[in-house]
């Protein structure tokens, strides 16, 4: 019983630092993604306000903005938890 018990534990341990992996990998595919569309709705934006006939264009850069928020929130909201600790029986 005992072994089975130290068994779930160490697989337990096991699957806490590969999901841990995985959310640092999340954070920064959301990091990721957030610095290309915020660089693509800037450059929208401000390209289509250069344009003199045709500043309409600047309306497709906010879109891109509005990804590049909810990435940015996403990425604030995902982070990779330490593993829990273990109490310590006192020396008796």
């Given at each position: ?12 341990a ?10 640092r990998s ?5 990091l ?10 800037l ?8 344009l003199p006939e ?10 891109f903005l ?9 990425a ?5 938890e ?7 029986k006192p020396?008796a």
């Open positions: 019983m005992v072994a089975a018990v130290v068994a779930t534990l160490r697989q337990s096991r699957f806490q630092s590969v999901s841990g992996g995985l959310l999340a954070r920064g595919l959301w990721g993604l957030t610095l290309v569309a915020a660089f693509v709705g450059f929208v934006v401000v390209w289509g306000l250069r045709f500043r309409e264009v600047s309306v497709l850069g906010l879109p509005g990804l590049a928020f909810l990435s940015g929130r996403l604030q909201n995902v982070r990779a330490p593993p829990p600790t273990t109490p310590s020396a």
